[in-house]
Nanobody, 122 residues
C-alpha cells in the first residue's frame, strides 16, 4: 500500500513557476515509477510527466517539454514537478500516481493522490 499526498499548488501569473511535491508513505515507493497527471474542468485527465524508480529516466508530454522538470528523492520518499513558464492552459488539478511499469497510461497507475490545484492567470 502506498499513500500519496500532493502539495505546492496555487495561483500564479502566466510566466511564473511552482514546484509541486508528491510525498509518499510505504517502504516500496522507491521501486515504482511515479507519474504526474492533470485534469482541467470539462477535460479528460492527461499525462504530464513520469520518472522511473531510479530517477534516471524521465518522460514528458509534448505540451510541457522544456518547461516542466520531474525529479525524485527516494531518501525522502518524494517526487517533485518543477513547473516553469506557466501558461493559462496549464490550469488544472495535478495528481501524482505510482505504477510498476514505465507508462503514460493512467489506467496502469495503481495508487493516486488527492490532487493539488494549479491556477495560472493571464
Amino acid at each position: 500500500q502506498v499513500q500519496l499526498v500532493e502539495s505546492g499548488g496555487g495561483l500564479v501569473q502566466a510566466g511564473g513557476s511552482l514546484r509541486l511535491s508528491c510525498a509518499a508513505s510505504g517502504r516500496t515507493f522507491s521501486s515504482y515509477t511515479v507519474g504526474w497527471f492533470r485534469q482541467a474542468p470539462g477535460k479528460e485527465r492527461e499525462f504530464v510527466a513520469l520518472v522511473d524508480f531510479s530517477g534516471g529516466i524521465t518522460y514528458y508530454a509534448d505540451s510541457v517539454k522544456g518547461r516542466f522538470t520531474i525529479s525524485r528523492d527516494n531518501a525522502k520518499n518524494t517526487v517533485y514537478l518543477q513547473t516553469n513558464s506557466l501558461k493559462p492552459e496549464d490550469t488544472a488539478v495535478y495528481y501524482c500516481a505510482t505504477s510498476d511499469r514505465r507508462t503514460t497510461t493512467g489506467k496502469d497507475y495503481t495508487y493516486w493522490g488527492q490532487g493539488t490545484q494549479v491556477t495560472v492567470s493571464s
